[in-house]
């Protein structure tokens, strides 16, 4: 709270991700939450996605994200980059797929911020990441984000942010708060950072919406060219 390191260590999400057990329950918990938003983005950017053939979701988890909006665009193939447990845990739900979503959804174990990524995007989501890693990371993350898109190409955050005046919602800033245990090196977000970001890594034509009422919101912004 107070901005100083303490010397108590916290396990980050790496060190977490990597007992098998604690990454499944932590997957499979979370993937029905991700079935709901996936369907409003796709109903919200309809015409925006119907042109995207490749999608690379990063920090995806269980891929159901991915899997709900390959579903929706038969056009789409989407890589989910996650830790190797969380993977394995989404290879499981993918199996219970149809088979052509089966056949257009690919896992690729790795780091966010680490682990190169794959190029030739025509979009990139980040959805519930932003906040879950240090704050000082995000600049880079967002930098890397942008040389893997093509001319064109959507970067999608997707997270829980407050508004820019900080007034609220209420929820969203609790959730922040108690989220500062895993990540004690992150921060508050909101569309204006968020934003701020993509312009400072290139993108343009940055846009904000309420995606579920009162606690998280999307940004979405374009690679030009």
């Given at each position: 709270?107070?901005?100083?390191?303490?010397?108590?260590?916290?396990?980050?999400?790496?060190?977490?991700?990597?007992?098998?057990?604690?990454?499944?329950?932590?997957?499979?918990s979370?993937?029905?939450?991700?079935?709901?938003p996936?369907?409003?983005?796709?109903?919200?950017?309809?015409?925006?996605?119907?042109?995207?053939?490749?999608?690379?979701?990063?920090?995806?988890?269980?891929?159901?994200?991915?899997?709900?909006?390959?579903?929706?665009?038969?056009?789409?193939?989407?890589?989910?980059?996650?830790?190797?447990?969380?993977?394995?845990?989404?290879?499981?739900?993918?199996?219970?797929?149809?088979?052509?979503?089966?056949?257009?959804?690919?896992?690729?174990?790795?780091?966010?911020?680490?682990?190169?990524?794959?190029?030739g995007?025509?979009?990139?989501?980040l959805?519930?990441?932003?906040?879950?890693?240090?704050?000082?990371?995000?600049?880079?993350?967002?930098?890397?984000?942008?040389?893997?898109?093509?001319p064109?190409?959507?970067?999608?955050?997707?997270?829980?942010?407050?508004?820019?005046?900080?007034?609220?919602?209420?929820?969203?800033?609790?959730?922040?708060?108690?989220?500062?245990?895993?990540?004690?090196?992150?921060?508050?977000?909101?569309?204006?950072?968020?934003?701020?970001?993509?312009?400072?890594?290139?993108?343009?034509?940055?846009?904000?919406?309420?995606?579920?009422?009162?606690?998280?919101?999307?940004?979405?912004?374009?690679?030009?060219?």
């Amino acid at each position: 709270m107070k901005g100083e390191e303490s010397e108590q260590k916290f396990e980050d999400y790496q060190q977490w991700m990597s007992d098998p057990n604690e990454a499944r329950i932590y997957t499979e918990s979370q993937h029905s939450g991700s079935i709901g938003p996936a369907i409003t983005l796709a109903r919200k950017e309809t015409e925006r996605l119907a042109n995207v053939r490749s999608l690379l979701d990063v920090g995806g988890g269980s891929g159901g994200f991915s899997m709900t909006l390959a579903a929706q665009f038969p056009q789409m193939s989407c890589t989910v980059m996650d830790f190797e447990n969380v993977c394995a845990v989404g290879e499981d739900f993918l199996a219970k797929a149809d088979a052509d979503v089966g056949g257009r959804v690919r896992f690729m174990p790795g780091n966010a911020l680490t682990s190169q990524l794959p190029g030739g995007q025509d979009a990139i989501l980040l959805s519930y990441l932003c906040g879950s890693v240090p704050a000082d990371a995000l600049p880079a993350l967002f930098d890397r984000c942008y040389e893997a898109l093509n001319p064109g190409g959507l970067l999608i955050v997707h997270d829980f942010m407050v508004e820019n005046s900080l007034d609220g919602p209420k929820l969203t800033a609790l959730w922040a708060l108690q989220h500062m245990i895993f990540v004690p090196g992150g921060v508050g977000l909101t569309p204006g950072l968020v934003g701020g970001l993509m312009l400072e890594a290139g993108l343009s034509q940055v846009e904000t919406a309420e995606h579920i009422p009162d606690m998280t919101k999307r940004v979405i912004g374009v690679k030009s060219g």
